[in-house]
């Protein structure tokens, strides 16, 4: 399920080399945690733990399943999971009811996979159970609060998916459904409290230009990014914990309340 573009790598990475967007500063809170230690659990893995345009992607992937004590990927797609060459186990299985025993990992990831979860609590309580006490998850997905996703998410699923295979040479089979019923600030940490997580800090930040590869696009929508708040950039960037035991860092004005509309 990983957000896999098909443009060339060199031309993209020479391109943004010097940028702190989204997938940069994903890779580097991923390569801060990451010890001999680790065991790690990537959701919606596809073929690779990050993208592939990043430069030196491919030595710090390595680096990482070197590293790393235990990688574990689970995808719905059978063929994406089976093609990961940075992982030491694969499954394939639904990240809403996942196929571990608890206390089974230190760290889980999501690299733009929340926005297609259609029950993202669930995912949520789920990263909760089989995280030890202590243990972080990090996800970056999109936010709602950005201009342009918001008027993404009201094109209908038959113009939006040309215009995305487009834009952003992206191969039909690695276009999937979204839902952004988790893709705000405020339904974010609500989720995280209502799963028994504590929120270590969210951050607005630009992912890569979606219209890189559209010129006129790829002009209107920097001129956006330029004008909007930083409360509305682009993506949202998660580092939560789990709490250790007898710790409860959940929000009063919430905790033990499962009202939160947005986030089923």
């Known amino acids: 399920m990983s957000n896999c573009r098909t443009w060339p790598p060199t031309q993209f990475a020479t391109q943004f080399r010097d940028e702190r967007y989204a997938e940069v500063a994903y890779r580097d809170i991923v390569l801060s945690l990451a010890t001999q230690n680790t065991e790690w659990l990537d959701l919606g893995c596809g073929r690779s733990l990050l993208p592939y345009w990043l430069p030196g992607a491919q030595e710090v992937q390595t ?16 063929a994406d999971v ?8 694969r499954y394939v299985g639904n990240i809403e009811q996942l196929p571990f025993p608890d206390a089974s990992f ?3 990831t999501a690299q733009m996979v929340v926005e297609h979860v259609q029950t993202p609590l ?4 789920e990263c909760a159970r089989v995280l030890v ?6 996800f970056v997905t999109p936010n709602l609060e950005n201009w342009l996703i918001a008027a993404a998410g009201i094109i209908p699923p038959r113009v939006k998916r040309p215009l995305v295979a487009i834009a952003q040479v992206r191969r039909p089979n ?9 893709n705000t600030l405020a339904d974010i940490e609500k989720g995280l409290a209502l799963a028994g997580m504590s929120s270590e800090w969210i951050e607005c930040i630009d992912g890569s230009p979606d219209f890189f590869n559209v010129p006129l696009l790829d002009r209107i929508e920097r001129w956006i990014r ?16 789990k ?22």
């Open 63 to 78: 680096r990482l399943r070197r590293i790393c004590k235990r990688i574990a990927g689970i995808d719905l797609e059978d």
């Open 82 to 89: 089976h093609q990961n060459p940075y992982i030491h186990e």
């Open 106 to 108: 230190n760290l889980v």
């Open 122 to 125: 669930a995912m949520l309580r």
């Open 133 to 138: 006490p202590g243990g972080h998850l990090v």
């Open 174 to 182: 690695d276009i999937f459904p979204v839902y952004y019923r988790m």
């Open 226 to 241: 330029s004008v909007q708040p930083q409360a509305r950039r682009s993506d949202l960037l998660v580092h939560a914990r």
């Open 243 to 264: 709490p250790f035991i007898g710790q409860d860092l959940r929000r009063p004005e919430i905790a033990g309340s499962d009202d939160c509309p947005a986030v089923k």
